[in-house]
């Protein structure tokens, strides 16, 4: 099957990266190369390194790269700087991250993330670690519904995951559309007008499958200390999770003196350490909504490094 993907925010986020002839640039979600192809184009003497964990993304880039100033590793995003430290690469001029899950692996049934069609139930980016059945069959009734709250804000986690508990004592839950059916009977019939059932459920397994938010938490000073001044790092998100610790991080290092106002002079010393592109988040337009409906919750945030020690 051909790896298809529509890349999200294509134009904003070749633009944010105001992308220099020379320069040295990470893409770490290739996915199908989409973003990675367009930066790569954009080089005379400079280098992309593109990263992703999904072999068949690592092999799709990999072809779909040739010829250009790109070089393509198979490693989670959160293990960029080790990455860059053996290709003895110390600083960088941009760095992108996608965090949404590739057309793709949403439509390669076989994967496990969709609950419309029949497959394992995996969910893995990769192709190692936990799969989605080894939690759902193995987890406790209140680890699941932490895993849906805190993943999925689903308010019926604690009833869904109960039903899960009873149905697995019963036969163990292998598939998607099992683990959909029983979702989708434990929840209450006035509240199945707002979407699918399962769709919160899914989303937090997948990020609790593949450790989505501990990755993004563990690479995000890494990406910032890897820019060089003046460097930018753009970061698209598709849920709230995802761009609330963005933000929140942004905000850190857009943060200059802490100290508290009745202090006349500074004493805390703390500088910003890099500005925002723009206040608010660049969100899809109403063209790219119609051709491409995924790109509905994509929010892309950039942050370009400042030099603090003046």
């Known amino acids: 099957m051909e790896f298809k993907h529509i890349s999200v925010l294509l134009n904003e986020t070749i633009d944010s990266l105001n992308i220099m002839p020379n320069g040295i640039y990470v893409d770490g979600t290739a996915g199908g190369a989409g973003h990675s192809k367009e930066i790569a184009k954009r080089l005379?003497?400079?280098?992309?390194?593109a990263l992703d964990r999904d072999p068949q993304a690592v092999a799709t880039a990999t072809e779909r790269l040739k010829g250009l100033n790109a070089q393509v590793v198979k490693s989670e995003f959160a293990n960029m700087d080790k990455v860059l430290l053996e290709l003895g690469i110390d600083k960088v001029d941009g760095i992108l991250l996608d965090l949404g899950v590739s057309s793709h692996q949403l439509d390669t049934a076989e994967r496990g993330f969709s609950y419309h069609k029949e497959a394992p139930l995996d969910m893995r980016?990769?192709?190692?670690?936990?799969?989605?059945?080894?939690?759902v069959n193995t987890l406790s009734s209140k680890e699941l519904a932490n895993i849906f709250f805190r993943y999925?804000?689903?308010?019926?986690?604690?009833?869904?995951?109960?039903?899960?508990?009873?149905?697995?004592?019963i036969e163990p839950i292998k598939t998607t559309t099992r683990l959909a059916e029983i979702i989708s009977a434990a929840y209450p019939a006035a509240a199945r007008r707002d979407g699918h059932p399962a769709r919160k459920c899914f989303q937090a397994l997948r990020i609790a499958v593949n450790g989505e938010l501990e990755q993004l938490e563990n690479v995000l000073d890494k990406a910032f200390n890897l820019l060089k001044v003046g460097g930018r790092l753009a970061i698209i998100t598709f849920h709230s999770l995802e761009d609330r610790m963005v933000k929140l991080k942004f905000r850190e290092y857009t943060?200059?003196?802490t100290c508290p106002p009745d202090i006349p002079v500074c004493?805390?010393?703390?500088?910003p350490q890099g500005k925002l592109l723009t206040r608010k988040p660049i969100e899809a337009t109403k063209e790219e909504l119609e051709n491409n409906p995924r790109s509905r919750s994509a929010k892309l945030r950039v942050i370009i490094k400042e030099d603090n020690n003046g």
Request: glycine fraction near 16%; aromatic fraction near 2%.
């Open 255 to 257: 943060t200059g003196c």
């Open 125 to 135: 980016m990769g192709d190692s670690g936990q799969t989605a059945a080894e939690l």
């Open 44 to 49: 005379k003497g400079g280098r992309l390194i």
């Open 152 to 169: 999925g804000e689903e308010k019926f986690s604690q009833r869904i995951a109960r039903k899960i508990c009873e149905e697995r004592d």
């Open 267 to 271: 004493v805390c010393g703390k500088k």
